[in-house]
């Protein structure tokens, strides 16, 4: 049983075009995020999102919007993607009964051509 | 705002040898502090964290790390290590009032050799 799930693992697509990155975790958690690691490894915070707010990284560009179906669930939409959007980005979720301890999906590669 | 630093891009061992990656926190108040690993093509793995209490906290795979307020410090150690510790190595804290976002450090990439 797969905690938290992303789809696709990977994703090649041309610049301009529209895509999104599904991610599902069957934990019970509250709370959900998205991340991206660059080329470097580096992490970085793009969203957090429960059902009482939504929390946006500033930097993060408006092409990119998470969008949450319920509770379970929260996805990455991002428009009119550009090379430098290339990246592995990562969902996560967690309760804040357990202090905020983040459970990781297995990462989408996307990849923009 | 919080900043998280891991200092040694690259840390090399010989198998058997004491693991050692370093963090260091900026928050002047006690963050939550995590340390995750990441294998190759796999998403992340929490290692250990601390919240409160005892400042030696043991996690799996064998590592344990000590919050050390006076130095700001969190670092990750292992008393020996194996081969398949090979991994990147996260630094991560959460900061009250921060709506539970973590902040990373730039990662270490841990290179065991036999």
């Known amino acids: 049983d797969t905690a938290v799930s992303q789809t696709p693992k990977y994703l090649v697509t041309q610049m301009g075009n529209d895509k999104s990155i599904k991610c599902e975790q069957n934990l019970g958690h509250d709370t959900m995020y998205w991340y991206k690691q660059d080329s470097k490894k580096f992490l970085k915070i793009m969203f957090s999102?429960?059902?009482?707010?939504?929390?946006i990284n500033e930097t993060v560009p408006n092409r990119f919007s998470p969008k949450s179906p319920d509770k379970a669930h929260l996805n990455l939409h991002i428009n009119s993607l550009e090379l430098g959007d290339s990246a592995v980005y990562f969902c996560?979720?967690?309760?804040?009964?357990?202090?905020?301890?983040?459970?990781f999906g297995p990462g989408t590669r996307l990849t923009v051509t | 705002a919080q900043s998280v630093t891991q200092l040694g891009s690259h840390v090399s061992v010989s198998e058997g040898a004491l693991v050692l990656l370093r963090c260091n926190y900026s928050?002047?108040?006690?963050?939550?502090l995590f340390w995750y690993v990441q294998y190759p093509n796999q998403g992340l793995q929490l290692l250990l964290k601390?919240?409160?209490?005892?400042?030696l906290v043991k996690g799996i795979n064998g590592f344990e790390a000590e919050f050390k307020k006076s130095e700001t410090s969190f670092h990750l150690t292992k008393p020996s290590a194996h081969m398949s510790d090979a991994a990147e190595y996260f630094c991560a804290a959460i900061s009250s009032g921060s709506a539970r976002q973590l902040t990373f450090g730039s990662g270490t990439q841990l290179t065991v050799l036999p």
């Open positions: 601390y919240t409160t209490g005892a400042t």
């Open positions: 996560a979720s967690s309760q804040e009964a357990t202090e905020y301890e983040q459970y």
């Open positions: 928050s002047s108040v006690p963050p939550y």
């Open positions: 999102y429960n059902n009482k707010e939504l929390i």
